[in-house]
């Protein structure tokens, strides 16, 4: 191992991306070895390389004890897949977790001592060591689709989470759920922005990022819209109407517009989801792009916005994005498993196009701890091929390497978000 790559294992990784489910979700009701190693995006690969869906289903049943006959049905999609970014996650799982070498040719009895070490894993404390521990995490960045960011008891100083901001985004607004959360009944425009301002106050203190997803169910286009325009869509919709799109668009483009007036005030960044849709056969890729977003980037020039997953496969024009507007963010989460030649030729490109603070080097976007271990060991190798890449071409020595990593792993993170004011507030409130 180089000296540069020992750097970049050995350096406390921030992961800016996941969807963690809670402890008591993973001690209770966390997943089987097949449902570890297989439920997460490889899955739609596996479909994709010709798997059946009857077969897939079969394989992430965790009512099934045969893991073998369970395994046996995906073998030939497998390994058209192998080598896929998912692949390579579920072998760096594999190991690293299972110490399994070869995932097709287990025999029962290995799958079955495999299962034994995940009853060991599934207790508590378990999800925290792994991704503390085994795969160096400083802390984790949690959206969890909700508002409420409350401290969690498992490691209030590590599980940082997102305030929700997709469902406004969608127009999809739940009156009487605000109404239960603030206090405030939305019966017009300005009653819905006394009630998001009121969500803010009330959640936004203990919120890492505002997070939105609102890309898989409309296009991220966004135009400045005007309060007249926006209440005409909410009246109808309070009164049970069905908006059009248009409508939907106006009215989730105000909303969008007072959730980054909010995060300004609140001082958190605000992140999006650009390019790339997780599973198949549903992405209108003109939809997805990041130059939809250039309209609210020179709105709020004082906004620090997030642009996530490289916004594959629009990598350059994020990276022209980044280089011309002070307040946009690449974060890298999730593109290493999605195409990681792709996403270690758009970092080398970066370097040479985008200042140094501009980018952030990691999120696994995962839903169980193992996997994130995974996706985690794969950004760390693939960060090192392309760094390792710029000192063989001479482009960069290896202690510029070496602190363009610490950049991208963690000090861009840090004077981005609030780390120390989150960590300190949630303290406080336990």
């Known amino acids: 191992m180089s000296h540069l790559a020992a750097h970049i294992s050995h350096t406390r990784l921030i992961d800016t991306h996941e969807h963690l489910h809670s402890e008591q979700e993973f001690v209770e009701e966390g997943p089987d070895l097949l449902q570890d190693l297989f439920d997460n995006y490889v899955a739609v690969d596996l479909l994709v390389a010709g798997a059946s869906e009857d077969a ?5 049943d965790a009512s099934d004890p045969d893991l073998a006959s369970r395994l046996k049905g995906v073998c030939d999609a497998w390994r058209r897949c192998r080598h896929t970014g998912y692949g390579e996650a579920v072998c760096l799982l594999a190991r690293q977790v299972y110490d399994i070498a070869e995932i097709a040719e287990l025999t029962p009895a290995q799958l079955e001592a495999a299962q034994a070490r995940n009853r060991e894993l599934r207790r508590p404390g378990e999800r925290l060591r792994l991704l503390r521990d085994v795969a160096n995490l400083d802390h984790v960045q949690v959206d969890n ?56 106050a009330k959640h936004g ?44 668009l106006c009215l989730g483009d105000w909303c969008m517009a007072r959730g980054v007036e909010q995060a300004i005030t609140h001082n958190l960044p605000f992140k999006i989801h650009t390019g790339y849709y997780a599973g198949t ?108 890449a710029e000192v063989n071409d001479g482009l960069l020595n290896e202690r510029e390497a070496m602190a363009y990593a610490t950049r991208l792993m963690r000090e861009n993170q840090l004077d981005c978000f609030d780390v120390a004011g989150r960590r300190a507030a949630l303290l406080a409130a336990m």
């Not at 897939?56 to 992430?60: K, M």
């Open 205 to 248: 203190p203990l919120a890492i990022a505002v997070k939105s997803q609102h890309a898989y169910e409309r296009t991220l286009l966004w135009e400045e819209r005007n309060d007249a325009d926006a209440e005409r869509a909410l009246l109808r919709q309070l009164g049970g109407e069905e908006l059009s799109e248009g409508e939907r």
């Open 281 to 388: 056969g549903r992405m209108p890729v003109e939809r997805i792009r990041p130059g939809h977003l250039c309209a609210l980037l020179m709105r709020y020039p004082k906004a620090r916005v997030v642009l996530m997953h490289n916004a594959y496969p629009y990598s350059d024009e994020l990276i022209a994005i980044a280089k011309h507007y002070p307040n946009a963010y690449i974060d890298m989460c999730w593109a290493w498993s999605i195409d990681p030649y792709s996403a270690c030729d758009t970092l080398r490109r970066t370097i040479h196009a985008v200042p140094s603070n501009k980018v952030f080097a990691f999120g696994g976007d995962a839903w169980w701890p193992s996997a994130s271990v995974a996706y985690a060991a794969q950004a760390r190798a693939w960060l090192s091929r392309a760094l390792e």
């Open 145 to 200: 689709y909700l508002w409420e960011c409350p401290p969690d008891t498992s490691g209030p100083d590590f599980f940082l989470y997102d305030l929700s901001w997709s469902s406004f985004c969608r127009a999809k607004l739940d009156a009487p759920a605000m109404y239960d959360e603030v206090g405030i009944a939305v019966e017009g425009i300005d009653s819905l922005r006394r009630a998001i301002e009121a969500l803010f």
């Open 56 to 60: 897939v289903r079969r394989l992430l």
